[in-house]
């Protein structure tokens, strides 16, 4: 099957303007071929055929933009997060305070950098990688610092704030691979396609018949795919889930003292 997050915005986006107003031309053609064998109205055939569009259109759009919206509160849960562990980081003992806030800046670093470029899975799987390698390495300072005094409230706090950073880490990741089926987009573009052929058939059985409509309306909604499935893509495209967060994060970590 055609998935098409393998392809570039733009040329999906000029693909569904081919596809969109060839459609309608193809209709026109034949309701101007039905209009001269005396063929009658379909206004009625033709507005259920554009509600089903309007209905799939919005269906997908609200699918999209709460996956975006998660990827936005996943971002900001797993600032905080790491924040709060860092915060915690500063209650334990040296060495492992230093090494444990220098493993934190090294962590933060890795989380911003796959989201300030496209990247590719290869890439992403390295940055997952790291992260975890990351991960590891603060478990064993914890372990070092328990092994020291079990008693050590601190050592609990930083427990409990280390286990969160990690479980955001799988729920962002979660929110980043969730996106629309493809197969949904595939009939929202069918489903377009029909819609436009049905409207250019009607165009075709009127005696004015201007292409006018049919190209505004093509490129009307070939521009409202191309915003669900920008929407829907959190690394690429023109609408990007905000970093900021993560970024005053990394701020904040940087000017604590080992």
Same mark, same amino acid.
Not at 35 to 43: E, L, M, Q
Not at 69 to 95: F, Y
């Given at each position: ?19 969109? /107003? ?42 999209? #933009? ?6 936005? +509160? ?10 709060? !562990? ?38 992403? !799987? ?11 390495? #603060? ?36 929110? /980043? ?36 409509? #049919?190209?505004?309306?093509?490129? #009307?909604?070939?521009?409202?795919? /191309? ?8 690394? !690429? ?20 003292? +080992?």
């Amino acid at each position: 099957m055609l998935d098409l997050y393998n392809y570039p915005l733009f040329a999906i986006f000029v693909a569904g303007v081919v596809l969109i /107003l060839a459609a309608s031309e193809i209709g026109r053609r034949i309701g101007m071929h039905a209009s001269a064998a005396g063929g009658g109205n379909i206004s009625t055939l033709e507005s259920a055929v554009l509600g089903l569009m309007a209905l799939m259109i919005g269906f997908t759009f609200a699918m999209a #933009l709460s996956r975006f919206e998660t990827r936005r +509160d996943a971002v900001l849960a797993e600032a905080n997060a790491i924040g709060t !562990t860092a915060l915690r980081a500063r209650l334990l003992p040296q060495p492992e305070r230093g090494q444990v806030l220098n493993l934190l800046r090294d962590y933060v670093a890795v989380r911003l950098d796959i989201t300030r470029r496209p990247v590719s899975q290869a890439e992403l !799987t390295a940055a997952i990688d790291r992260s975890n390698e990351i991960q590891e390495a #603060l478990w064993q300072q914890v372990k070092t610092v328990a092994s020291k005094d079990t008693g050590l409230v601190p050592t609990g706090l930083f427990i409990q704030t280390l286990n969160e950073m990690i479980d955001q880490q799988a729920k962002r990741l979660s929110a /980043l691979r969730n996106r629309v089926p493809n197969i949904v987009i595939l009939a929202l573009f069918g489903i377009a396609a029909v819609g436009t052929a049905f409207t250019g058939y009607g165009r075709g059985l009127e005696a004015r018949r201007t292409r006018l409509p #049919l190209y505004l309306m093509a490129l #009307l909604l070939s521009s409202v795919l /191309l915003l669900i499935l920008d929407l829907d893509r959190p690394t !690429t495209g023109f609408i990007e889930v905000s970093q900021q967060p993560m970024i005053d994060t990394a701020a904040s970590i940087a000017g604590f003292r +080992d």
